[in-house]
């Protein structure tokens, strides 16, 4: 097989010290005629699961990007930092003090939920078509606007004045370097992020990454496919290539009320998966449950 043909994803082990972007370069030089993107920057300080996407698997970035994040981390408590992790210049508090453990976890829990979180400063978040980080290094001033993000769960591990670890799952968008700085402000003490490492992507854990010393042809065995890119969404499966062939040419379909969808309940609007009896991923497409129509959004097999 051409490097050129290779379709999917790879889950990376992200190494401490290491940019998302040097980790890209890395699978390039694996698959020279490939042209790899990731779904979610991890900080150089940060450790864990990257995605990295081949081939047609790049279209469906944004679909992994709005999967569901799991991370571990140790926060320290009692000081600030410039980045808001400990790469940055850290300002021990004054005002610090041993926090019960009751109060840090009444802190916590007000940051589970639909919050709006403020961006770090040294973040990839763009200012007037500019990313905030270039601003902050030049000690420029960044204002950066509250977004909404939602925390689904933090879990408190262990507690030990002023080190705490916790297990944080999050949708798209949270930073757990806010996180950390909000929960110092709440207590009054202050507060950055340690140690950081991402478990958990959607269905890519940590437990199937591999790392940056494995061979080309390692590599490649450990290719996921791209069907894994679309777990979160609704699946329909099309079970006729007429139907297929269509879709394919960007053509919507009428779904006549007899139709089988053989997986199941599908929501009355929205976007779907859309595979064929072999189980292949042949799309992305929009599922209008009154009108029964199929329209499509971005197809990933060729017309035949």
């Known amino acids: 097989m051409k490097d050129e043909e290779l379709h999917g994803f790879l889950v990376i082990d992200k190494p401490k010290g290491m940019t998302s972007r040097e980790v890209v370069n890395c699978v390039q030089d694996w698959f020279p005629e490939s042209r790899p993107g990731h779904a979610g920057t991890l900080d150089p300080l940060a450790t864990g699961v990257l995605v990295v996407a081949l081939g047609k698997a790049t279209r469906l970035l944004e679909y992994v990007q709005n999967m569901r994040k799991v991370y571990r ?17 850290i300002t ?14 009444e802190s916590l829990a007000k940051l589970v939920g639909e919050i709006h979180q403020v961006p770090p400063a040294f973040s990839a978040v763009k200012v007037e078509g500019r990313r905030a980080w270039k601003a902050a290094r030049r000690r420029q001033e960044v204002e950066l606007a ?10 408190l591990l262990a507690y030990d004045w002023p080190k705490l670890d916790i297990e944080v799952e999050c949708g798209r968008g949270t930073y757990i370097r806010a996180l950390a700085r909000d929960l110092g402000e709440q207590l009054g003490v202050g507060g950055y992020v340690e140690e950081l490492r991402r478990l958990r992507v959607g269905p890519f854990r940590v437990e199937d990454a591999i790392t940056l010393t494995v061979s080309p042809e390692e590599a490649r065995a450990a290719l996921r496919p791209l069907s894994d890119g679309v777990m979160e969404l609704p699946r329909l499966t099309l079970a006729d ?3 297929i062939h269509r879709l394919c040419q960007g053509q919507r379909l009428i779904l006549p009320p007899e139709y089988d969808v053989p997986t199941g309940a599908l929501p009355p609007a929205g976007e779907v998966a859309v595979f064929d009896q072999q189980g292949q991923l042949v799309g992305i497409a929009h599922w209008d449950a009154v009108s029964r129509q199929l329209a499509p959004i971005k197809i990933l097999q060729p017309c035949s």
């Open 146 to 155: 509250p977004r909404r993000v939602v925390v689904y769960r933090i879990d």
């Open 241 to 243: 290539s007429d139907r």
């Open 73 to 89: 981390a140790t926060l320290c408590l009692g000081a600030r930092s410039a980045t808001d992790d400990a790469e940055g210049p």
């Open 92 to 105: 021990p508090s004054s005002e610090a003090r041993p926090v019960p453990e009751a109060t840090l976890r």
